[in-house]
């Protein structure tokens, strides 16, 4: 979840992932499919994005989604493609960008430690109710202990990598 997160983060480069996971209501408001089901995604070059829906008659409701997703896209319709366009990125919208990134970051790690936390409370239920001996409650506690600091470092790695990608120009 956080490097799909991290993935829709926009960074001196175009890429699909920007768009990918972006959930747009098309056939008339019937359906509400993300842009990788319903179109392929390129980017010929790192200042622009290609759309080509595979059913030509919903490319019109596809724009409509990504201005109302107000991610500061401006999709155009160049016959059967949608065309998205960034201008480079100033060092404001770097600075932006780097405290979203933070802000991403720290509810990935939220989530980990949320987990941990009921990890822990099963734990402690079991060895209430003797399900668990002393030395198997610490042992458990232990490894829960460090799956949740290898999940919060790679999430640590992830961010790190992203926030190189931000700050290069």
Not at 45 to 57: A, F, G, M, N, R
Not at 74 to 86: A, E
Not at 112 to 138: N, T, Y
Not at 139 to 166: P, R, S
């Amino acid at each position: 979840m956080v490097q799909s997160d991290l993935g829709s983060l926009r960074t001196g480069k175009a890429s699909a992932a920007l768009v990918d996971d972006l959930a747009v209501m098309v056939y008339g408001g019937q359906q509400k499919l993300k842009i990788k089901e319903l179109a392929g995604v390129s980017s010929p070059d790192h200042e622009t994005l290609i759309i080509e829906p595979w059913d030509k008659s919903i490319i019109g409701e596809i724009r409509q989604g990504i201005l109302s997703a107000n991610i500061g896209m401006n999709p155009s319709i160049n016959g059967q493609i949608i065309r998205i366009s960034f201008p480079p990125m100033t060092t404001e919208d770097r600075e932006k960008y780097t405290k979203l990134l933070a802000t991403k970051l720290e509810s990935g790690r939220v989530m980990i430690r949320q987990v941990r936390q009921e990890g822990m409370h099963d734990i402690k239920k079991a060895f209430e109710e003797k399900s668990l001996s002393e030395d198997e409650k610490f042992a458990e506690e232990k490894k829960l202990q460090e799956i949740t600091d290898e999940f919060v470092e790679k999430i640590n790695v992830m961010g790190e990598k992203k926030k190189e990608e931000l700050l290069q120009i």
